[in-house]
């Protein structure tokens, strides 16, 4: 299985800004599709977004359009979720998960999680 590290969590202020790191170890992401899911406390995972291995990106949670996004590089074997306008709904473990199509596919990798916290 794809070995994922996330990473770059911690404490955004309300309309603050947080970009979180999913890094490959072992295998090359060029080939995936990487998506990143949030569980709040107390509530289900939940898919966020997700990118295609051609680039293209799918929203799974329309509260975060236009304040998230998420881009590749390949070289580095990285995926970033970079999240702006943050909102305190917003506090959740993040995991990033490896699949073959951002739709109709199993996440079979994820990561260990980073939290994020969004407080005053």
């Known amino acids: 299985q794809l070995q994922l590290v996330d990473s770059g969590g911690g404490l955004a202020q309300p309309g603050g800004s947080l970009r979180l790191s999913c890094a490959a170890s072992g295998f090359t992401l060029d080939y995936y599709a990487i998506g990143w899911f949030r569980e709040a406390p107390g509530k289900e995972r939940e898919g966020v977004l997700c990118i295609s291995d051609s680039e293209g990106i799918t929203y799974y949670l329309d509260s975060v359009k236009g304040r998230f996004t998420i881009s590749r590089d390949n070289a580095k074997n990285t995926v970033y979720l970079q999240m702006n306008s943050l909102k305190p709904e917003d506090t959740a473990d993040y995991y990033c998960?490896?699949?073959?199509?951002?739709?109709?596919?199993?996440?079979?990798?994820w990561g260990q999680g980073t939290q994020v916290t969004v407080s005053s």
């Open positions: 998960a490896a699949a073959q199509f951002c739709e109709g596919s199993w996440f079979d990798s």
